[in-house]
């Protein structure tokens, strides 16, 4: 196929493609968001994802219903949560260490049943995915409608749930104490807060989003199911939230950088550029290191990330 | 989970207890994972049977058990290392590339017309885990230099470098190192350079020997050394060590570069020892899962060992399970995590009593009595 690099339909199907695989990550990474905020850094969303994806994938080929099967991704998304949030919360935990090995937990898991559910199946099933949906009018702009009005409703709802993300956490109560939790939760249990609730709901909330992230994986990306469908996304949800500094409008932003490395070296193939395809992917990889590393000024992450909090 | 559970007084510290609940969680990790077989019409009891006789009774299957401890051995110990010293470092994934890597291209060099020339084993080996040393303990050094001198965050870093190594590797067998083939892949090592076997009829490499000797300098070092005292005493109070005299920042640097230099090892064994070639998708998993066998060995070098043997078991019988019977492997994952989810839930146990409503025991109050409240003057 002969493309020009720098021809706009190249760079239209390069965009939409963009967008499309910044899709689930930005869902997982708003979760993440609540979660950091609230001062638990959950790791296990990872696992949560691959555990949202086998649900949401033998939940809509066994009822036949892509609704149900991202109800079923939810679902197991709330009940991972609300694990998790018990062994960083109550048993107070290590939260990287109870991360690493749910994720390892639920790799296991997501496998056997998968291979319980294949028994006696000749070859694994395809499920019914979401359409995407051309908005009226818009969808028929120049270059911009490919771009962003043409993608299946779970990217459209995920979009909404950014200004959501965005009303709830910095504009209305529940959001200031949850802030408030995630900064210094002795005050704000001196204040009134219920900390250990407030993080409850909060690690919850993140296990819903990333169930419902790897039933986007399914529904609307691959529509089967195999171990490696989430390999590192809940990782990379991670780096955007950071990359975005805990913001939602700015985890949008690096989710669609993430996404864009990501199209770019499927597509860079189709150009004879020398450069090797790695430089590219690695590219964001490397953008959080540094994001990270405290050389370009601190990362102002929540103050009290990661610190478990034992009420006195 | 109010009602239920009545703080202590004080943590029950005693080692019988933890023993006891150490003992406790893997049996009923086993019992849960028990469980899984019987959907498959396999008996729980005769699939254990089965599984740790392929991997403790027979010889080859011994061997097996070896050539997979082997890396979990070393990552667990770069695990205690770095986890000692206050350094929650989670890149041996990537180490594990790194040393992969750079054993590959010493070995790939040492012949007639390489860089090195050909050189005797032993010089040859010597060399190699010089190099791996080095190039994995800069890799994790990084991180460590974050850490120590601009405090940044060694969590999230250290998971990203993972991946940075993976497309490292990806493109030294696409690219520099690919050897002709439709395959990325390196070319296959000149077998001068392979870790010899050494029980007849086995798998098991000499790679082993490696480890083991890491073992015994771990040991030694972090824990009968004056510097091993300095990255615990770190780990446990980075403030009491800062006013101790101790530069904390430069010790947590030095952990993260021996961290990196013991996962580095994990993949010159098993390039040299296993694979004898680069590859995509040469770890799989081996970094993460030897962090947790370091956690089930409660960050001992000993412990270590100990529970890397039993996780390479668990491995090497579940594989031959599903090669054999169509079991699938994916249960010791359940199982090898469950070990120590419940390991961590039982430290629970160890803060606060039950307390069934129903059943009222004569026991001391476990919380003290509460102080009359006294109201300030004026209020």
């Known amino acids: 196929m002969e493309l020009d690099f720098f021809s706009g339909a190249f760079f239209a199907s390069w965009l939409a493609a963009s967008v499309r695989l910044a899709g689930p990550l930005l869902l997982v990474a708003l979760g993440e968001l609540y979660s950091e905020r609230s001062g638990v850094l959950n790791i296990g969303i990872e696992g949560t994802m691959l555990l949202g994806a086998i649900a949401s994938y033998l ?9 149900f099967g991202l109800m079923g991704g939810i679902l197991i998304g709330c009940i991972a949560g609300t694990y998790l949030s018990w062994m960083y919360i109550t048993v107070q935990a290590s939260q990287v260490v109870v991360g690493i090995i749910f ?52 990217l459209y709802a995920t979009a909404g749930l950014v200004a959501v993300a965005g009303y709830v956490l910095f504009r209305t ?53 195999r171990d490696t469908i989430v390999a590192g ?32 070296q499927l597509s860079i193939q189709l150009f004879q550029i020398d450069l090797p395809p790695q430089l590219f992917l690695s590219l964001p990889y490397v953008l959080t290191i540094l994001a990270m590393s405290g050389l370009v000024g601190k990362a102002n992450q929540p103050e009290a990330l990661m610190v478990p909090y034992r009420k006195e | 989970m109010k009602g239920v559970l009545k703080k202590r007084l004080e943590p029950v510290e005693s080692v019988w207890v933890i023993a006891a609940t150490t003992c406790l969680s893997i049996f009923l990790a086993l019992l849960f994972g028990g469980l ?57 994934e990537g180490c594990l590339l790194i040393g992969a890597a750079t054993a590959t291209w010493v070995s790939l060099e040492t012949v007639p017309n390489g860089l090195f020339g050909p050189l005797p084993f032993p010089i040859f080996i010597l060399l190699a885990i010089t190099a791996a040393l080095v190039t994995g303990g800069i890799w994790a050094g990084i991180v460590g230099v974050f850490r120590g001198r601009f ?48 029980l007849e009829g086995t798998r098991a490499h000499s790679g082993v020997f490696i480890a083991l000797a890491c073992v015994l300098v771990v040991w030694i070092v972090l ?54 070639r680069l590859l995509d998708g040469l770890s799989e998993g081996t970094g993460f899962i030897g962090i947790v066998a370091a956690l089930l060995g409660k960050l001992h070098p000993l412990g270590a060992v100990i529970a890397s043997i039993l996780y390479a078991g668990m491995a090497v019988g579940a594989d031959a399970m599903q090669r054999k019977a169509g079991l699938p492997a994916s249960i010791i994952f359940i199982v090898q995590s469950l070990i120590v989810l419940f390991i961590l839930a039982s430290d629970l146990l160890r803060y606060y009593t039950l307390k069934f409503p129903f059943f009222r025991t004569p026991t001391t109050p476990s919380v003290p009595p509460e102080k009359p409240e006294v109201k300030p003057i004026g209020t």
């Not at chain 1, 913001?247 to 490395?261: D, N, V, W």
């Not at chain 2, 030095?254 to 694979?275: P, Y």
Request: glycine share 12%.
């Open chain 2, 223 to 276: 824990l009968k050394s004056k510097i091993g005292y300095e990255l615990i005493v770190t780990g446990l109070n980075p403030k009491a060590a800062r006013f101790g005299g101790i530069n904390v920042g430069s010790r947590q640097i030095m952990a993260a570069f021996a961290a990196g230099g013991l996962g580095a090892l994990a993949g010159l064994v098993e390039v040299l020892g296993v694979h004898h």
């Open chain 2, 151 to 198: 405090g940044g965050n060694e969590v999230i870093t250290s998971l990203m470098m993972n991946y940075v190594a993976i497309f490292v590797v990806q493109y030294l067998v696409s690219g520099p190192l690919r050897a002709p083939g439709d395959l990325p892949q390196s070319p296959r090592l000149p077998r001068e350079t392979w870790l010899p076997y050494f």
């Open chain 1, 59 to 67: 939940v809509a080929w066994q009822s036949g219903s892509t609704w």
């Open chain 1, 233 to 264: 996304q809940g990782f990379i949800a991670l780096a955007i939230v950071i990359f975005g500094r805990w913001s939602p409008y700015k985890a949008a932003l690096a989710a669609l950088i993430f996404g864009a490395a990501d199209a770019l």
């Open chain 2, 36 to 92: 899984l077989f019987i959907p498959f019409g396999a008996n729980p009891m005769e699939a254990y049977g089965a599984l740790f006789a392929e991997s403790f009774t027979t010889w080859r299957g011994f061997g097996f058990t070896l050539v997979k401890a082997t890396p979990l051995i070393l990552i667990s110990l770069g695990t205690i290392v770095a986890w000692r010293t206050g350094f929650g470092y989670l890149g041996f």
């Open chain 1, 173 to 225: 109560k529940f959001g200031l104490n949850l802030r408030a939790v995630g900064e210094n939760p002795a005050a704000a249990e001196t204040a009134g807060i219920r900390v250990s609730h407030m993080r409850y709901m909060c690690v919850i909330i993140s296990g819903a989003a990333a169930g419902a992230s790897g039933a986007y994986l399914v529904l609307a990306q691959i529509g089967q199911f």
């Open chain 1, 103 to 154: 994720n390892i937990f639920a790799l296991g898991v997501a496998s056997y049943v998968y291979r319980l559910a294949l028994r006696g199946v000749s070859g694994p099933q395809t499920v019914e995915m979401f359409k995407p949906i051309a908005i009226p009018f818009l969808s028929e702009i120049p270059f911009i409608g490919p771009v962003l009005f043409n993608h299946t409703i779970l």
